[in-house]
């Protein structure tokens, strides 16, 4: 079977499906690998190094040319017309969004497989892109926010006097928020975090971090795979009254509260920001999935009333080499898993083929199986 990664064609999407240093391990399962000519170039990855890895370069249509397609966004409708029936994709394929290109896909049988959807269970870590590319956000985030802010963030002491080290506030302590107090303690900020799921909070005081809002843990609020669930009017009510002290003495607050497969839960409105200090920094990481500010405006920088919010799109692009290096190696974990001899398994009696499959046999899949005959959302083509 042959790889194909093509160069991503989403304005500004400057990650790509598979690093050079994943080539050998999938040459070594028996499958070969081609790669569009600069697919890697924004990430950082040159022709020449793809081909020393053992990678075909080819200037032609290499999403025709693949057997399994190695993708980080969805394909554009005119990528969509290149596959061949018979490809397997593995994209971020956000079925939310997609629904007609999914038809679209199923239509001309090819089987995809949304990575999104890589099931939250031990064997599935390794293969876990949301995870790897949270870290890449996390990290962002605090470097961001360092950045914009007026201040330091370590504790300095001068022969012009002591510097306070910043106050860190981090709403969302899953993936993301953890790497983000990781990385605001390294910076030197004094770090607090608050969330809503009680497994959090031992996470959170493991990586010397404060918890805040312990009154608002609630084992209600877990969902299946470590998700959260939304929370009722009037607990989100009580989070924003639990919260406030703490906000009102903090300088960034970085918010990566999400629920599972809805949109973010806002967690600071108006009044909340207002209560922050002048030059303070919101940086908003669930800004895609609506934001957990009322003020954050997806993909720009606001100020409002002293205090600047970031609403963060694509971010993971910012550290393109490594979440690109991540997303790599979570693809090429699954294909060791699905192809370990070089054979595609059959994708519908996988766990976690399945449990992705969002187009296969000609039919959209949803859940596990399949949902609808393909076209009937109307994106045959
Ligand atoms: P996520 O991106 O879905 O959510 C981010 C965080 O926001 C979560 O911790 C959630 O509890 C929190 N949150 C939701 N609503 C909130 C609110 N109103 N206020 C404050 N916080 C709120 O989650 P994630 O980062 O992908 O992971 C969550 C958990 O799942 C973590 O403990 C992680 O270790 C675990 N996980 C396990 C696997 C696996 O076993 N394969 C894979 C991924 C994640």
Known sequence: MKIAVPKETWEGERRVGLVPESVSPLLKIGLSVTVETGAGASAGFSDDDFAQAGAEITSGDVLAAG?????????????????????????????????????????????????ERIPRITRAQSMDVLSSQATVAGYMAVLMAAQRLPRFFPMLMTAAGTIKAAQVLIIGAGVAGLQAIGTAKR?????????????????????????????????????????????????????????????????????????????????????SVEVMKQGSVIIDLAAEQGGNCAL?????????????????????????????????????????HLAPKGEM?????????????????????????PATEAGAAGGKS
């Open 345 to 369: 398994a059959n994708l519908a009696e996988d766990e976690i083929a399945r449990a992705c499959l969002v187009a296969h046999d000609g039919q959209v899949w949803s859940g596990g199986s």
């Open 187 to 271: 910076l030197g900020a004094r770090v607090k975090a608050s969330d809503v799921r009680p497994a959090a909070r031992e996470e959170v005081e493991s990586l010397g971090a404060r918890f805040v809002g312990a009154e608002l843990l609630d084992e209600a609020a877990k969902a299946e795979g470590g998700y959260a669930k939304e929370q009722t009017e009037e607990q989100k009510a009580r989070q924003k009254e639990v919260l406030r002290d703490s906000i009102s003495k903090t300088d960034v607050i970085i918010c990566s509260a999400l629920v599972a497969g809805g949109r973010a839960p806002v967690v600071l409105d108006a009044p």
């Open 67 to 115: 057997d399994v397609v190695f993708k980080v966004r969805a394909p554009s409708p005119a990528e969509v017309e290149r596959l061949r029936p018979g490809t397997v994709l593995l994209a971020l394929m956000d079925p939310a969004v997609n629904e007609s290109l999914i038809a679209g896909l199923a239509g001309r049988k090819v089987s995809v497989l949304s990575l």
């Open 296 to 336: 954050t405006q997806p993909g720009q920088e606001v100020i409002h009333q002293g205090v600047t919010i970031c609403g963060l799109l694509n971010v993971t692009s910012m550290k393109a080499a490594d979440a690109s290096r991540m997303f790599s190696r979570n693809l090429t974990n699954l294909m060791k």
